[in-house]
Nanobody
Framework: VQLQAFGGGLVQAGGSLRLSCAAS????????FDWYRQVPGKQRELVAG???????VYGDSVKGRFTFSADNARNTVHLQMNSLKPEDTAVYYC?????????WGQGTLVTVSS
């Protein structure tokens, strides 16, 4: 599975960004398709994702502000980020879990200025 993420950038606090991640290669039997984020010195944390049963999950810090969506026909997921805060600044990674393996995209930087 190859993952290509795009859509990061610089935005002012209160603004919005939309991230997208396209999966290619072997894409069946995907268990989870997620967005994580990481800042230097901290562990990577789950932002939002979808499980194999179709349910979506969100990290507590983004609930009500971020919306995860999946385009199954294009093997692409999106993360609509609204009401962005400076603490949302991080490198955002898309992730797939499949058959016991983890796959990561290259990361896209989101910077929220105050």
């Amino acid at each position: 599975v190859q993952l290509q993420a795009f859509g990061g950038g610089l935005v002012q606090a209160g603004g919005s960004l939309r991230l997208s991640c396209a999966a290619s290669g072997i894409t069946f039997s995907i268990k989870t398709f997620d967005w994580y984020r990481q800042v230097p010195g901290k562990q990577r944390e789950l932002v939002a994702g979808i499980r194999s049963g179709g349910s979506t999950v969100y990290g507590d810090s983004v609930k009500g502000r971020f919306t995860f969506s999946a385009d199954n026909a294009r093997n692409t997921v999106h993360l609509q980020m609204n009401s962005l805060k400076p603490e949302d600044t991080a490198v955002y990674y898309c992730h797939v879990a499949r058959l016991g393996y983890d796959y990561w995209g290259q990361g896209t930087l989101v910077t929220v200025s105050s």
